[in-house]
């Protein structure tokens, strides 16, 4: 079983920073993609960034050129550095990592507030 705990939520002002962390454990496939979506008051969830176990990412237009993901050596551990936040940045975000197995696991969730 895999497991996936998402850390570095927080409160922040317009243009401040923040750091995301998701780490994975347990049975994960070499081959996998993690990402990270978010979920703001009253709309649907949407994808942030991912990034797949050979380094390859993809990036909501909204957040290109602000945020950043990459993982670590080991590519158990996935960060989400945002800079220059907007309030409408404002969400929970979500980790979440899918695999061939097929597998679809999501971590529990972090709150992100930018505050105008």
């Known amino acids: 079983q895999v497991q996936v705990v998402e850390s570095g939520g927080g409160l922040v002002q317009t243009g401040g920073s923040l750091r995301l962390s998701c780490a994975a454990s347990?049975?994960?496939?070499?081959?996998?993609?993690m990402g990270w979506y978010r979920r703001a008051p009253g709309k649907q969830r949407e994808l942030v960034a991912r990034?797949?176990?050979?380094?390859?990412?993809n990036y909501a237009d909204s957040v290109k050129g602000r945020f950043t993901i990459s993982r670590d050596n080991a590519k158990t551990t996935v960060f989400l550095q945002m800079n220059s936040l907007k309030p409408e940045d404002t969400a929970v975000y979500y980790c979440?990592?899918?695999?061939?197995?097929?597998?679809?696991?999501w971590g529990q969730g972090t709150q992100v507030t930018v505050s105008s």
């Open positions: 990034i797949s176990s050979s380094g390859g990412t």
């Open positions: 347990g049975s994960i496939p070499s081959i996998n993609v």
């Open positions: 979440n990592l899918k695999d061939s197995t097929p597998g679809d696991y």
